[in-house]
């Protein structure tokens, strides 16, 4: 009987350890982070504002991971090669502080309420 508490706990330790590799192999990666930028150009401008002509904070590479936090309508964007417009920008978190991005270069969206 003490043979078979053994392996059990040793069965459960096992389980565990490849649980947490894991899940730490994967933090940072778009696959952690649920959203993240994707776009046919290889990333986006993080802005102070919801427009293009706000300032960018910074430059989001493709696959970078970001926390959606609401949503606002505000300039009208029409990406190249593509059948997607709308008004529509978020509001994220990302390594770089905190902007705005606009819908279509976000995969991955959560539900979140607007601004």
Known sequence: MR?????TRAGL?????VALTGLFAGAGTAEAAGSHISSNSGGANLRSCASTD???????????????LCWVDS??????NSNYASNRWFKVNS???QGY???????????VGRC
Do not use: K
Not at 13 to 17: C, I, L, P, R, S
Not at 75 to 80: A, L, T
């Open 3 to 7: 043979v078979s508490t053994l392996r």
């Open 13 to 17: 330790a096992t389980a565990a350890a």
């Open 54 to 68: 706000c300032g960018s904070l910074g430059y989001l590479s493709n696959g970078t991971g970001v926390s959606m």
């Open 75 to 80: 300039q009208w964007v029409y990406p190249p």
């Open 95 to 97: 390594y770089r502080g």
């Open 101 to 111: 991005v606009h819908s279509s270069l976000v995969a991955n969206q959560t539900s």
